[in-house]
């Protein structure tokens, strides 16, 4: 496969994102970025609180990081992003940015975004298994029990996304050779 550029780690929350998108950025040599930094104040004091955020409160957030991630594939800088994007419409966004206008003919950075210069690695797993790692898990602004919502808004990638699913269940060194052997 020809480098993609981004590689976009995703997945419910404590599925593993901030983790595997560390080891593979550390593996690759690429930028690291991890969304759960990117989100306002208003944002992480809702979810602290239980409630789970609103597409509203997502968008502003997701268009942020679409800003990063253009800026750098127009720098040459591969990146990788852990970022929840659990709906297909948040993929989007990352990938076009906020407006539905379409694509100008100058607009070369949009372009290559979009032209399958991004893998998305979905992390998939059972709610059983990943409420557990959300327990043990300390020192994190995200409450368990808003897993069932991200469980609830899920929309696993689907064709034409270029994507590859990789288990939870899976060790991380296992994951992580998944996802290099898809690079190659
Ligand atoms: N493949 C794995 N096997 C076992 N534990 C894992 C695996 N991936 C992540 N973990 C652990 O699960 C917890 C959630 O992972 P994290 O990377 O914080 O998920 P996310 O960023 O998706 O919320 C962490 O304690 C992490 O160490
Ligand atoms: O869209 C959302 O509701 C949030 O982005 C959420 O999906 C994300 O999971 C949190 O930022 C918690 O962070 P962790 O995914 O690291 O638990």
Redo the contacts with the bound molecule.
């Keep these: 496969m020809e480098a993609p550029g981004v590689l976009l780690v995703m997945?419910?929350?404590?599925?593993?994102?901030?983790?595997?998108?560390a080891l593979l950025a550390s593996k690759l040599g690429w930028k690291f970025y991890?969304a759960?930094d990117y989100h306002s104040e208003e944002n992480r004091i809702k979810m602290a609180k239980g409630v789970p955020l609103s597409d509203q409160d997502r968008i502003p957030w997701l268009c942020t990081l679409h800003d990063i991630l253009l800026r750098d594939v127009a720098l040459g800088q591969p990146v990788v992003l852990?970022c929840?994007a659990l709906k297909k419409t948040y993929r989007n966004i990352l990938i076009r940015g906020g407006s539905d206008a379409p694509l100008k003919s100058d607009d070369s950075a949009k372009e290559s975004l979009a032209g399958g210069k991004l893998l998305v690695v979905y992390?998939c797993g059972s709610f059983d298994i990943?409420y557990g790692?959300?327990l043990?898990?300390k020192g994190?602004f995200?409450p368990p029990e808003l897993l069932q919502s991200q469980f609830s808004i899920l929309e696993p990638p689907s064709a034409p996304e270029n994507f590859i699913q990789v288990s939870?269940?899976?060790?991380?060194p296992e994951?992580a050779a998944a996802v290099m052997e898809a690079l190659k």
């Design positions: 997945g419910v929350s404590g599925s593993g994102k901030s983790t595997v998108g991890d759960d852990a929840s992390l990943i790692r959300l043990q898990r994190h995200m939870v269940d899976k060790g991380l994951i």
